[in-house]
């Protein structure tokens, strides 16, 4: 991986969606019921980990660098 993918990316191995947004979907879901009943603080602790470690996944400092000035723009 070299260059940060913004566009839709979402997926799961052997399964085909009948529209792309519905992997997307899926995920935002699943985040949002990972907060479910959390408090402020713990969710914006849960948020800190959950970039850690997807930054650890992701491991290439370029596409990392790229994602946080992506981020830092929308803000």
């Known amino acids: 991986m070299n260059t940060l993918i913004t566009h839709?990316?979402?997926?799961?191995?052997?399964r085909r969606d009948r529209h792309a947004f519905s992997p997307g979907d899926d995920?935002?879901?699943a985040l949002i019921e990972t907060h479910r009943d959390l408090d402020d603080?713990?969710?914006?602790?849960?948020?800190?980990?959950?970039?850690?470690?997807?930054?650890?996944h992701i491991g290439d400092l370029r596409v990392l660098?790229?994602?946080?000035?992506?981020?830092r723009q929308g803000v």
Do not use: C, H, I, T
């Open 27 to 29: 995920f935002y879901e």
């Open 41 to 56: 603080e713990r969710s914006q602790m849960l948020n800190a980990r959950l970039v850690l470690l997807l930054a650890n």
């Open 65 to 71: 660098r790229e994602a946080l000035a992506a981020a």
């Open 8 to 14: 839709p990316n979402f997926g799961e191995p052997g």
